[in-house]
């Protein structure tokens, strides 16, 4: 069974940091890219940051790259987000899960089930 265990969220204030991490267990995960999803209030989760199953290449959307730093340890079966210089557009709570390996689907979660996330609210 996939489990994915997000922490590492909080209150942050703008400007400030915070260091998610996401525990994942069920499958074989250093064959995985994986990635972080973010879901704001009142709208969809979306893709925010992934990192090839080697960790040698990330992909990150606009909005947060230069700010956000994406990681793994496959002997840990984890990867983390280190998010700084947070505004509030960065709320929402984040999530991570596996990601497709093709070009057209690279940034779509391969799993359908979803851990329950980790909240982080950033004040202005």
């Known amino acids: 069974e996939v489990q994915l265990v997000e922490s590492g969220g909080g209150l942050a204030q703008f400007g400030g940091s915070l260091r998610l991490s996401c525990a994942a267990s069920?499958?074989?995960?250093?064959?995985?890219?994986m990635g972080w999803f973010r879901q704001a209030p009142g709208k969809e989760r979306v893709f925010v940051a992934g990192?090839?199953?080697?960790?040698?290449?990330?992909d990150y959307v606009e909005s947060v790259e230069g700010r956000f730093a994406i990681s793994r340890d496959n002997a840990e079966n984890t990867i983390y987000l280190q998010m700084n210089s947070l505004k509030p557009e960065d709320t929402g709570v984040y999530y991570c899960?596996?990601?497709?390996?093709?070009?057209?689907?690279?940034?779509?979660?391969?799993?359908?089930?979803w851990g329950q996330g980790t909240q982080v609210t950033v004040s202005s």
């Open positions: 899960n596996a990601l497709w390996h093709t070009d057209e689907r690279k940034r779509k979660a391969f799993f359908i089930s």
């Open positions: 990192i090839d199953w080697s960790g040698s290449r990330t």
């Open positions: 069920g499958f074989a995960f250093s064959n995985y890219n």
